[in-house]
Structures are given as structure tokens and as C-alpha cells.
């Protein structure tokens, strides 16, 4: 038996879903979108939603539609995707990385308070791995500084506060449909927001700053005329082969969020007994959309001086598990730590402890709705055979 690390769920309503535009001929930014962007904007319960290409572009749209500009800095956290920190430099800002809490992956909401300088403009929170980021401390330090929030909730998707929906807190959630993510439309990504002034320059600038889409024109009364382009913007468009996919996944997403559930609460139970390996945390009044199942390897408890020896052991097991047939993966990487940051702002290691050791001890393990009871115990089995072992 191989178990890969993700699988999205395609039935006969997908394979059906992706003909329907190519059968109408409209396949970019059409019909098939807008309703895409309808039942997104009512699950989350947010007044407008944007589609994009990804939750790269979705971000980056985000952010340029909320004025970032060279010289202003946003507080990101340093344990997370790439992405979350390069649409700050995409515009010339500057990203100031803050370290994370390790029990939940989230940023370090303490540290984030000291971050903010007369520069600051916004946070983005990430809502890492499916578990909202601490969003009441996040929104505090935002209106005690006048900043904005845009969330980062590529991995959002099912995460809630007391039955709030991520992406509905700041002043906008960006999400992913990448296939690592609970829905997929291939490549993808959604803007959400309560404000209709900042969701109407997004829709423009999606599409080079256009005053009207081409579908808006094309229905009108004169087609023939073409839309002026006040602003400088970008082609983000989504095709409306990916809209009619991400409907057909929607169709699903109750299903999809309450298997993912399940799968996590069985790896819960049965790695209760390896007291060498942290499961996720759920705080009190949080859903977690289990994006990822991301565990801690601590034998021992992290510290800079044990972090290299326990990340190589973490690696052994890894690589059992690979040869066992066994996907695993590291939760995500430390961007600040990335080349491109190091060098660019003089970063290291112990700038940023802890999500040092978060990229070298986390541990994420197979995940996806279809998992069945076997496969699970087959994971958990072959992670104690190789740690017993002497992995
Ligand atoms: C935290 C985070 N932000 C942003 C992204 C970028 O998403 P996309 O691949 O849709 O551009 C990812 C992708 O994995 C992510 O994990």
C-alpha cells in the first residue's frame, strides 16, 4: 500500500463540471466565476468575494488594492509559505518577519505588538495548517496602530472562531485552491472582504485596471466599446473552468471538512501513546479545517542547541516512512530563513528561534477525505516501528 501525503477528491460532477463552459464558449472570468465567487462568499458568510489565479495573486492583489508602497513595512510570520512575505516586496515594502508560537504554528502575538514602528502599515496573519491564527490579539494591535489585517488564509478553508468563518476578521482573507488545499480548482485563489470599495478595485485590478469586465461589456448594450484602465493592474483573471470546478467542490465541502475531521481525530487517538511527537492543538472556540496534520518531533524538548540533531533524526524518520511507502513532509518552511531573506535582510537562525525549529521538527503526515481506517493505522504503525527502531 503507498499513501500519498494529499489526494483531492474528483468525481463524475467534476469531470462533468470543467466541460460545461468549454460547451458555452465563455471560459475566462465568466458565469461559472461569479457563482464560484457566490457560493465561496456564502460559506465563509463574507459580503463580497474576488477569484484569482491563486492565493499568491490573491495577496498581492490584496495588497496593492490597500496602497503598500516602498518604505512600508507589514509584520509577517517567519514560519510560513514563501508567498506571504514576497507580495510585500512584490511592491517594494518591506516584510518584518516575527517569530511564531510553536504549540499552534501561529504567529507570536506578543512579538508582534513589539514589531510595529511609525512605518508599519498592515499584518498578515496566517492561519497556518487549517487553525486560525489568534485573530482577537491580532485585531487589537491593528486598531490600537491604525493598520490593516489581510489574512492569509490559504490553509483556511473550514477554520473558524466561535463559529466564525477565517477570512471574515481583517480587513480581507485571501484563500488557496492549490491541490494541497481542502478544495481545489487546480490553481486558485479568493479574496474576501466586508468592503465593496476595496473588492471594486480588486475586481478592476485583476484585470489591468479595467472600468468594466469584459463579460459585463459583452452582455451590455455597446460590446464595441472598450473600458478605460485608470489604474495600473495586473491579468489575475480566473477561467471559468476552474469556477465551474471549485462549484462542484463546493457541492462537497461539508463532506470534505467533516472527513478531514476524521481522519484527524483517529491519527489523534492513536498517537496519544508517542509522547515523542506533538499533535495540533485546538484551542478552546476554534474549528480547525486540518489542511495539514502537522505534528512536532520532540524526543526531547526543542532547543537551538539540540534543534540540528533532532531535525537529522526527524529526517531518518521521514525517510523510513518514505521507504515504507509512507508520504510525509515537513509542515512548511521558515520564509524569513529562505535565501532570498537571509541575505537580503541579514537573517539567521536565532533571529527567529522558533520557527527555525518548527521547519526542522515538524512532521505532516498523510491527509485527505477518502483515507480509510487501515491507511491510518498503517501510518501510525510504521511511525512507532521506526522510531523503535532507533530512527
Ligand atoms: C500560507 C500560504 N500562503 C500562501 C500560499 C500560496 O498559495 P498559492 O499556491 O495558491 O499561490 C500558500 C501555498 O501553499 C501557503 O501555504
Redesign the pocket.
Known sequence: MSIPITKPVFGPEELRAVQLPLETGWIVQGPYVKTFEDRFAAFVVASQAVATT????A?HLALAALRVAPGDEVIVPAF??V??ANVVEYLGGRPVFCDIDLETFNIDVDQMASLVTPRTVGIIP?H?FGLCADMDAVGRVAERNGLWVVE?A??GFGARIRGRHCGTFGTCGCF???P?KAITTG?G?MITTASHELAALAVSLRDHGATESDLARHVGNAPFRLADYPHLGYNFRMTDIQGALGCAQMDRAEWILAERTRVARAYDERLEPFDWLSRPVVPPGFDHGYQSYVCLFRPDAPTSANVERQSERRDELMAALEAAGIATRPG?HAAALSRYYRERYSLEPSCFARAHMAESLSLSLPLFPQMTDAEIDLVCSSLGAAMGAGA
Open positions: 491563486s492565493c499568491t495573486t495577496l510560513t509559505w508567498a506571504t496566517v497556518l492569509d490559504a490553509c488557496s485552491f492549490h494541497r490553481e485563489g512548511t
